[in-house]
């Protein structure tokens, strides 16, 4: 009879003397095990025996979290300067850095540079760097950001400045989000990126804005690899005082008004026209994206599409542009909800193409809280452009965010449902 071999003599010493199972995992499934715990607990493994001694420092994955567990901002920088210290350069898939929630911000953002720089040196491939600071955000150094491995950069709570959104200091990053953070910038732009997703933003002045008007939507440059996009507005002073329908009201006393003409470019929309799935969500009162369609380049490759309030136009000529746009176009979903203002119309005139597209195609949901007199103007929409009737189903509309006036869901919304299958996946946070 054969002997037994090294591992299962170690397996069966394990089970009889009822040491933990996991000591007996090769170290790559160990290590992988320890990947999903915070680095402060996967460093604490070291004391379980002899074997797992050393198995820390070769985790794929740096996760400086949970950092309301140390005493303050002293205590986790401590750890984390020593945690990179012994580590050493080993490589990791996937790096996480949280800054310390406290009130003294000048010692917990005092070591984040080095911090993101020591991810960004081990390779990592997914990065997230989070402030959390109740007073202020962490001002992410220009030209902290060049990596040839990055692949998925996340952003949380951070103040970015004027030249920091030039992405092409990571050729390989495909996935960008940012969320609750200061945009301070007159370019976003990236050769590279294909999914984007910007939630909870704050823009501030940028080369659109020189007369310092706040809350400005930036100039998005175009990203020609972009795959999926989720964009929603908020808080956005690009509104007309008087609900022209496109802006341009002529009033220089109106907040919105002045100054939103950025020669013959769009704001928004030219920058997403590369994607194959877009959300565009806003207050029914802002105007970047009907202005946008006036001048309205081609989506030769969209096929989920999915709009909120901001398309109901008087003569539903904002919807109408984009479809003629949109070839392909498969899924749209209209999203309405009972918020609702009359614009004017004013003699807005969007791009329209040139020969009708065919909609026999097209299916469509329209999601609302009752079939009124809007609903009906968008069904005969619908019907006179060749949407079957056996094509559209009318859906009740998601409920608003709880103690929220936004006229819009706390979700990613709809198409998450419908891009499951798709070679690129839309992920929102």
Same mark, same amino acid.
């Given at each position: 009879?054969? #002997?037994?071999?090294?591992? +299962?003599?170690?397996?069966?010493?394990?089970?009889?003397?009822?040491?933990? *199972?996991?000591?007996?995992?090769?170290?790559?499934?160990?290590?992988?095990?320890?990947?999903?715990?915070?680095?402060?607990?996967?460093?604490?493994?070291?004391?379980?025996?002899?074997?797992? *001694?050393?198995?820390? @420092?070769?985790?794929?994955?740096?996760?400086?979290?949970?950092?309301?567990?140390?005493?303050?901002?002293?205590?986790?920088?401590?750890?984390?300067?020593?945690?990179?210290?012994?580590?050493?350069?080993?490589?990791?898939?996937?790096?996480?850095?949280?800054?310390?929630?406290?009130?003294?911000?000048?010692?917990?953002?005092?070591?984040?540079?080095?911090?993101?720089?020591?991810?960004?040196?081990?390779?990592?491939?997914?990065?997230?760097?989070?402030?959390?600071?109740?007073?202020?955000?962490?001002?992410?150094?220009?030209?902290?950001?060049?990596?040839?491995?990055?692949? #998925?950069?996340?952003?949380?709570?951070?103040?970015?400045? &004027?030249?920091?959104?030039?992405?092409?200091?990571?050729?390989?990053?495909?996935?960008?989000?940012?969320?609750?953070?200061?945009?301070?910038?007159?370019? /976003?732009?990236?050769?590279?990126?294909?999914?984007?997703?910007?939630?909870?933003?704050?823009?501030?002045?940028?080369?659109?804005? #020189?007369?310092?008007?706040?809350?400005?939507?930036?100039?998005?440059?175009?990203?020609?690899?972009?795959? +999926?996009?989720?964009? *929603?507005?908020?808080?956005?002073?690009?509104?007309?005082? @008087?609900?022209?329908?496109?802006?341009?009201?002529?009033?220089?006393?109106?907040?919105?008004?002045?100054?939103?003409?950025?020669?013959?470019?769009?704001?928004?929309?030219?920058?997403?026209?590369?994607? &194959?799935?877009?959300?565009?969500?806003?207050?029914?009162?802002?105007?970047?994206?009907?202005?946008?369609?006036?001048?309205?380049?081609?989506?030769?490759?969209?096929?989920?599409?999915?709009?909120?309030?901001?398309?109901?136009?008087?003569?539903?000529?904002?919807?109408?542009?984009?479809?003629?746009?949109?070839?392909?176009?498969?899924?749209?979903?209209? #999203?309405?909800?009972?918020?609702?203002?009359?614009?004017?119309?004013?003699?807005?005139?969007?791009?329209?193409?040139?020969?009708?597209?065919?909609?026999?195609?097209?299916?469509?949901?329209?999601?609302?809280?009752?079939?009124?007199?809007?609903?009906?103007?968008?069904?005969?929409?619908?019907?006179?452009?060749?949407?079957?009737?056996?094509?559209?189903?009318?859906?009740?509309?998601?409920?608003?965010?709880?103690?929220?006036?936004?006229?819009?869901?706390?979700?990613?919304?709809?198409?998450?449902?419908?891009?499951?299958?798709?070679?690129?996946?839309?992920?929102? /946070?």
């Amino acid at each position: 009879m054969s #002997q037994p071999s090294e591992d +299962s003599r170690t397996v069966r010493a394990a089970v009889e003397g009822s040491a933990d *199972r996991l000591s007996t995992l090769p170290d790559g499934p160990l290590q992988q095990v320890l990947s999903f715990l915070p680095s402060r607990d996967a460093v604490r493994t070291c004391v379980l025996a002899r074997r797992w *001694r050393n198995v820390w @420092k070769s985790v794929p994955a740096v996760r400086i979290t949970d950092v309301s567990k140390f005493l303050n901002a002293g205590h986790l920088m401590s750890f984390v300067n020593d945690f990179f210290l012994f580590r050493g350069q080993c490589p990791a898939t996937e790096v996480e850095i949280n800054s310390y929630d406290g009130d003294d911000t000048y010692e917990a953002f005092m070591c984040m540079e080095w911090w993101v720089r020591y991810g960004l040196s081990c390779e990592a491939k997914v990065l997230r760097v989070r402030s959390n600071a109740d007073l202020e955000r962490w001002a992410l150094p220009d030209g902290l950001l060049i990596s040839n491995y990055l692949v #998925q950069l996340e952003l949380f709570n951070l103040h970015l400045g &004027t030249s920091f959104l030039d992405f092409s200091g990571c050729p390989a990053l495909e996935d960008l989000r940012m969320k609750g953070c200061e945009i301070v910038s007159k370019r /976003i732009m990236s050769p590279s990126v294909r999914r984007l997703s910007i939630t909870y933003c704050w823009f501030g002045p940028s080369e659109r804005t #020189q007369l310092s008007f706040p809350y400005r939507t930036p100039l998005l440059e175009i990203m020609p690899l972009l795959a +999926s996009a989720f964009v *929603r507005l908020h808080t956005c002073l690009d509104c007309c005082d @008087k609900m022209y329908e496109t802006g341009n009201c002529g009033d220089s006393t109106c907040e919105g008004c002045p100054d939103s003409n950025y020669g013959n470019k769009t704001c928004l929309v030219e920058g997403l026209s590369a994607s &194959t799935s877009l959300e565009l969500i806003s207050a029914q009162t802002e105007f970047i994206f009907r202005k946008d369609l006036m001048r309205c380049p081609e989506f030769p490759k969209l096929k989920n599409l999915l709009l909120n309030e901001w398309c109901l136009t008087p003569n539903l000529g904002a919807l109408d542009c984009f479809l003629q746009h949109a070839p392909v176009l498969e899924k749209l979903i209209l #999203q309405f909800h009972e918020v609702h203002v009359d614009l004017v119309e004013n003699g807005a005139k969007y791009d329209m193409a040139t020969e009708p597209v065919a909609l026999e195609h097209l299916t469509v949901e329209v999601k609302c809280h009752e079939v009124d007199e809007r609903i009906s103007r968008i069904l005969d929409f619908l019907d006179c452009s060749g949407v079957p009737s056996g094509k559209i189903k009318i859906l009740p509309a998601p409920k608003l965010i709880k103690g929220s006036k936004a006229p819009w869901s706390s979700a990613s919304l709809f198409l998450k449902q419908y891009l499951i299958k798709m070679p690129q996946p839309y992920t929102h /946070i």
